[in-house]
């Protein structure tokens, strides 16, 4: 047993590694890569808004401002002096353009903003302008050139930083710049006076979408009285394009990116002058995202395929996919916290999808050896073909078509209770041989009452009388075979304890019905058997045996077609699923007074005659103390005694409840 243990444990984790490989293969691919970039962005819309704690102003170069200056890009630079020089009287902590003066333009325009530049570095106003690089490509190489602001702008005291930004293939800018000669980090620098650690992070931390940030108009810094007195007291203002149509942008200078907002439906563009707000947030809080080592995901997945392959081995399927949805979602929400309080970025896709790719491959791997095994079990179980289909096959070979014929049959389901808890208590070997056992008692009393034998699954044997040969006394058979088995579980349980094995109870449901019985399956392979509604309730009439505490259950059609001999109880009427007739169900008994007083008793009921049906239900009990039907009956006449006159009440009830 340990070594066929041992071989399912390894052929599962085979199953699990290979389907691993796959999913290590499938995250490098840029598909992937992309999904992980959804994951980041819903992250981020879901975290949004945080107010930024740096006091921060946006001056937009924005479609409102273009009207109002009626001057085309790129603005003289007597306007940006204006600006600044409006910015430096009310007070602001530092400046920002992000904007490249890389360009000479009319040279009153550039005196004009160095003046301007140097009264700022005269007044303790620190000015960062932005600077990038270009690339240079000759024959024989590419090369980065910095492109830098003028230098009369630098010798008037302007700082300056690379406002470049890598934006992912969605142009999405997820990834802080790590160089300390940024836009971000020279003007965080400058604003809080002090020099600021190197990041650490790897991430943004996205404050918001568009809007975020106090944001104002260009113009409205250069009109007096636009905004108050005062309003950049303290403040770090920055200064960008900001304009989503303004014709006076070409695209390539429109200094726009995607939204990571628009994961859930948020404006898709984000201006770039907020995207450096939001790195100098990030670099002067020191609050930036950084990744979670991938040694963390490993460890989830080792998690997942330590948790989940025994449970494999162990569990039931649908217990397993529990677990597994478990897992996949407690990585997600882990994912979540980690990001929301802690700063911290774990991609969840890949243990996520190694999580859910563990799972299939054990699960289909363990489908794989259960029907292997289930194909060892019906080989073992063939000798079980009634010899009547045999005969009648062998004199007429033309039924090996596939086809069947509507009869009028009888159905017998059996099933030992408890079972399942019990083959977990098992060895395979103990497994198989209990039911060797419990079948080889059965079957023969099958047959020898005419009965049909049409499969065993698992531990249930279904039976048919009235096919393929004619019986006119089908339903009589079936049941007296019925008793017969139970009378014989007695001497099987006994040779069971004699082997070792426990003893074992049997439930029986019976029901007549017209079917369709024949050969079903493929040419190569087909089974004689028996398919309708009919089977359906034969099966059911079986697990209700459970909720009256009895051992054979068999239906009204049944009863009406049996000898008056043959002595039954009636029990109690149900309706069965999909059906408006109720039927009852009745139970063999030897005793003709009790039968009678259990039918006088039920019809009371039915007909709302209480007294009547307390008082039998009372008799009932002194003969059968503890008896659960008549228990179950008690409780409901006890609840129906309290329904008003002219409440909707029915004597029946559902099958599929009980």
């Not at 809080?192 to 918001?208: C, D, E, F, Q």
Request: net charge negative; proline share 5%; hydrophobic share 50%.
């Amino acid at each position: 047993m340990r070594a066929i243990g041992f071989k399912r444990l390894a052929l599962l984790l085979g199953a699990a590694l290979l389907a691993l490989l796959l999913v290590g293969a499938a995250s490098l691919s840029r598909p992937w890569h992309a999904l992980e970039f959804k994951t980041f962005d819903l992250w981020t819309s879901l975290a949004a808004p945080h107010r930024s704690t740096l006091p921060v102003v946006l001056l937009a170069i924005d479609e409102p401002t273009f009207q109002e200056v009626q001057q085309r890009w790129p603005f003289p630079r007597s306007l940006h002096a204006r600006l600044l020089d409006r910015l430096r009287e009310d007070g602001a902590t530092a400046v920002g353009f992000d904007v490249v003066f890389a360009d000479p333009s009319a040279p009153e325009q550039d005196a004009a903003f160095a003046h301007s530049l140097a009264a700022a570095a005269a007044a303790g106003l620190p000015v960062v302008l932005a600077a990038t690089r270009e690339k240079v490509e000759s024959a024989s190489a590419t090369l980065w050139t910095d492109v830098l602001p003028l230098p009369a702008f630098v010798a008037a005291g302007a700082q300056y930083g690379n406002a470049e930004v890598q934006p992912d293939d969605d142009f999405v800018v997820r990834r802080m710049p790590q160089s300390e000669g940024s836009f971000s980090a020279a003007l965080a620098r400058a604003a809080t006076r002090h020099a600021v650690p190197a990041s650490s992070a790897n991430l943004i931390a996205y404050r918001g979408p568009r809007g975020t940030f106090d944001t104002r108009s260009y113009y409205q810094a250069l009109e007096p009285g636009l905004l108050p007195e005062g309003f950049f007291r303290g403040k770090v203002v920055l200064i960008g394009r900001s304009a989503l149509t303004a014709s006076e942008l070409q695209h390539s200078q429109a200094d726009l990116f995607n939204s990571p907002f628009a994961a859930l439906g948020g404006e898709r563009l984000f201006p770039g002058v907020e995207l450096q707000a939001t790195l100098l947030d990030n670099r002067a809080v020191g609050d930036g995202l950084r990744l979670v080592p991938e040694a963390w995901s490993l460890a989830l997945v080792l998690l997942a395929l330590t948790v989940l392959l025994p449970a494999t081995l162990r569990w039931h399927p649908g217990a397993v996919a529990l677990l597994t949805a478990g897992l996949v979602g407690g990585m997600a929400l882990l994912s979540w916290l980690l990001f929301l309080q802690f700063g911290r970025w774990l991609a969840p896709l890949f243990p996520m999808a190694a999580t859910a790719s563990i799972y299939g491959a054990s699960a289909l791997t363990a489908y794989a050896q259960t029907r292997q095994r289930a194909r060892q079990t019906r080989a073992m179980f063939s000798q079980y073909v009634p010899a009547a289909v045999v005969s009648r096959l062998v004199a007429e070979p033309e039924l090996l078509r596939l086809g069947g014929e509507a009869r009028e049959v009888t159905l017998l389901f059996t099933d030992l209770a408890g079972f399942t808890t019990l083959s977990e208590q098992l060895s395979a070997e103990q497994t198989v041989e209990l039911l060797g056992l419990y079948f080889g008692a059965m079957a023969p009393i099958v047959h020898a009452s005419g009965g049909t034998i049409d499969k065993y699954i698992g531990d249930a044997l279904m039976a048919f009388w009235g096919a393929p040969l004619d019986d006119v006394d089908h339903a009589e058979h079936a049941v007296r075979a019925a008793v017969a088995m139970q009378e014989a579980m007695g001497n099987l349980c006994d040779a069971l304890e004699r082997r070792g094995l426990p003893r074992i109870a049997m439930r029986i449901g019976v029901h007549s019905g017209r079917v369709v019985v024949g050969n079903v399956g493929s040419a190569e392979r087909f089974s004689y058997t028996a398919i309708g509604d009919a089977v359906n309730l034969a099966a059911r009439l079986e697990g209700a045996n459970k909720a009256f505490g009895t051992g054979i259950l068999l239906s009204g059609d049944t009863a009406a077609l049996l000898p008056a001999n043959m002595l039954l109880r009636v029990l109690d009427e149900v309706i069965v699923k999909g059906k408006s007739q109720a039927i009852r169900v009745y139970t063999p008994c030897a005793d003709a007074a009790l039968c009678r007083l259990c039918a006088d008793t039920l019809d009371a009921f039915a007909h709302r005659e209480w007294a009547h049906a307390r008082a039998g239900l009372e008799a009932l009990q002194r003969a059968l103390p503890g008896d659960l039907a008549t228990l179950r009956l008690l409780e409901r006449l006890n609840a129906a005694c309290n329904l008003a006159e002219d409440a909707n009440w029915s004597a029946a009830q559902a099958l599929d409840k009980l």
